[in-house]
């Protein structure tokens, strides 16, 4: 199997597609950029990942192979064309009913419902049974490794726990437009270099935006899942995918 394949088999762990693409990104050869072109395109569940490598290897290892031009004929990046759509988080509703943890964990589930509730209101940012954007933390296993309460509390108050490597940032843009998501490339490298930042929001929207466009940029304070009151969960509702994620492997 090559790494291309790898990185765009769904029925890998996102982690161990991450890490074909990263392999890719390491191999100073024509081909290898051509392969990252291809991840980095409309449709494959890689194209964040994939033009963050791009980006790091546009003025390094990769000069040598003109993928700045393969970033116009692709339509992944031409500063001239690209529009840069506002994508911010929703606030939770300052007089909505913050769901009591305590309260749910005395509620009677059910797993159907639960998987029912999963797949028509989590798809947006997670990727179940073959369906959603891969946007959020993988969840198959998760549920199974957690305390009920952690499961319930990671719903109730998304804000409370943020998982390792999905901090989110917050971009200002200088017409007043503000994106929120994950940025694959806010390193120092960014800030040096005349690079755009690839940043991906929710519903798996990857944007790339140039710096002269942004006015502000910093960590976002807040959990990029959306709360309950958003989502329209109700306290039964996640009691039921709190128990449908026990099982969800």
């Not at 500063?79 to 506002?86: C, G, L, N």
């Not at 989110?168 to 200088?174: A, D, P, R």
């Amino acid at each position: 199997m090559t790494q291309k394949t790898r990185a765009l088999d769904l029925s890998l762990a996102q982690e161990q597609r991450k890490l074909a693409v990263e392999s890719i990104g390491f191999i100073d050869d024509a081909r290898a950029a051509h392969v990252m072109l291809d991840l980095a395109s409309n449709g494959s569940p890689m194209k964040g990942e994939a033009t963050a490598w791009l980006f790091r290897n546009l003025s390094g290892e990769w000069a040598k192979h003109d993928i700045g031009k393969g970033l116009k004929e692709k339509g992944i990046y031409d500063p001239a064309a690209i529009v840069v759509a506002a994508s911010p988080m929703p606030e939770p509703g300052a007089d909505a009913e913050q769901p009591n943890v305590d309260e749910i964990l005395k509620l009677t589930s059910d797993t159907t419902k639960g998987q029912l509730a999963a797949a028509t209101r989590c798809i947006l940012c997670q990727r179940i049974d073959g369906a959603g954007t891969e946007y959020g933390p993988n969840l198959k296993g998760w549920g199974a490794t957690q305390e009920r309460e952690a499961v319930v509390r990671a719903i109730a108050e998304p804000s409370a726990g943020i998982a390792h490597g999905y901090m989110g940032t917050e971009v200002i843009l200088k017409d007043g437009g503000v994106i929120h998501g994950i940025a694959f490339n806010n390193t120092e490298l960014w800030m040096k270099d005349a690079l755009p930042l690839v940043i991906q929001s929710a519903g798996g929207l990857t944007q790339l935006i140039a710096k002269d466009r942004i006015e502000k940029k910093h960590a976002f304070k807040r959990s990029l899942m959306f709360d309950p009151q958003t989502l329209g969960l109700s306290a039964q509702d996640i009691a039921d995918i709190a128990a449908w994620l026990e099982g969800y492997r």
